[in-house]
């Protein structure tokens, strides 16, 4: 029998007591079983609205934000404002906060253990499957997502069963590889349809969405929360936060811990948050443009795969309106030109992790500066990314002539 690691002490008990509508706030729901599929109450035929969790935030202990500048590993240091961590980690979170000048800072998630912002989700998504005692867990990705939540349920002894593309990155399916998932390549449009099935039928916890517009998990957005919790004992409330857009969870779980460090008085400023989606696809900003509380758009092609979605959520729209921020969109050009920044000064980003750096520079563009620092989000490893390891060096002849020759055409020497 596969047992799961014992979980090191927390410093805190998790003071979550429910789940709360997104849809009506004045709804609440006991905070087990998690809701993946939302709030039942006010689902319409057109969106289903997500919950969020609840905390005893009168309980909070003082010291939980008292320390500043290193943040360690590993989610435990946060745990009263998590849900209940009982899946062991991996050392998660504790990512650095790089100082890129001019007032922009970085703060590079693929330091995480599978090199995405995902483990912080998945920590305590996984959490939760151990609570519920369910068989395993399934999610559907063909990206950082499945990776991490594959990586996680290994390390709490879980199953995990990816439904996933047959495109998927080298990196990414080398992960699935290695932690024993059990990968099904399907289409696109299958995919949600079979993760209903498998965890309907085989009692399978789902880590990702089961709803036409995103839900997701439950408690996956809180684990977010901790990107805040850090940036502020890294550097402060910056003036803005740029984040790479998918479904808009980090985006949401961003917005929220700095909102509960303003209500527990650690401090007195928010924020503005920023989505940077695809110009290709974007339902975050076409929710906002709308005035929707969420939107479903059909996307074109794109390079940026790990955020390229046709479905948006209620999370993302909330961040961006009450932060008084923008959904931005963001070319595969100006993609490019944010990633070969980072790389100048020393972090490889996947392409669509260099969506915050992206929309940052197109703001500046337009509004000029900002009267604070700003962090942009690089959310994950150039090692994710298509086509990496596809193109082998070129040997070059090991005569001084030739090396000479190439290193002139780099500009080096004369």
């Not at 946060?78 to 890129?100: K, M, R, S, V």
């Not at 620092?373 to 030739?402: I, N, Q, Y």
Request: glycine share 14%.
């Amino acid at each position: 029998m596969i047992t799961a690691p014992s979980v090191p002490d927390a410093p805190g008990a998790s003071l979550a007591r429910a789940q709360r509508s997104m849809g009506d706030p004045h709804l609440r729901y006991p905070l087990w079983p998690p809701l993946p599929r939302g709030c039942p109450r006010t689902e319409t035929p057109d969106v289903v609205y997500p919950v969020e969790v609840d905390y005893a935030y009168e309980e909070v202990p003082p010291e939980l934000f008292a320390a500043t500048g290193s943040t360690g590993g590993g989610l435990e240091r946060w745990a009263p404002l998590l849900p209940p961590l009982d899946a062991p980690g991996l050392g998660e979170g504790g990512t650095p906060l790089l100082d890129f000048g001019g007032g922009v800072w970085i703060k590079d998630e693929s330091r995480n253990p599978t090199w995405s912002h995902k483990d912080r989700l998945n920590r305590v998504a996984v959490s939760a499957a151990v609570r519920v005692g369910a068989e395993g867990v399934a999610v559907a990705s063909s990206g950082n997502h499945g990776a991490s939540a594959a990586a996680f349920a290994a390390r709490a002894g879980l199953r995990c069963v990816v439904l996933a593309s047959a495109g998927a990155p080298p990196a990414v399916a080398s992960f699935l590889r290695a932690y024993g998932a059990v990968v099904l390549p399907v289409p696109q449009e299958s995919r949600w349809p079979l993760l209903a099935a498998i965890t309907e039928r085989l009692g399978y916890h789902p880590v990702s969405n089961l709803t036409r517009t995103h839900t997701g998990h439950a408690f996956g957005p809180e684990g977010y929360k901790t990107v805040a919790y850090e940036i502020h004992a890294q550097l402060g409330v910056p003036d803005a936060v740029f984040v790479p857009t998918g479904y808009g969870e980090l985006l949401f779980g961003v917005w929220k811990g700095f909102r509960e460090l303003r209500d527990l008085g650690v401090t007195d400023r928010l924020p503005r948050v920023f989505a940077c989606e695809p110009a290709v696809g974007g339902p975050l900003a076409a929710a906002v443009r709308s005035g929707a509380p969420a939107a479903v758009v059909r996307p074109g092609a794109t390079d940026a795969y790990a955020i390229d979605c046709s479905v948006g959520g209620h999370r993302g729209v909330r961040a961006v309106l009450d932060s008084g921020g923008a959904a931005l969109l963001v070319t595969d050009g100006e993609l490019a030109a944010a990633q070969a920044e980072l790389g100048r000064q020393g972090v490889w980003a996947e392409l669509s992790a260099a969506a915050g750096l992206a929309g940052l520079r197109q703001r500046l563009a337009v509004e000029g500066g900002f009267e604070g620092p700003v962090v942009c989000l690089s959310t994950s490893s150039g090692f994710k990314g298509l086509g990496v390891g596809d193109e082998p060096l070129r040997m070059v002849d090991p005569t001084w002539e030739a090396v000479s020759k190439e290193l002139r055409e780099a500009g080096i020497g004369r």
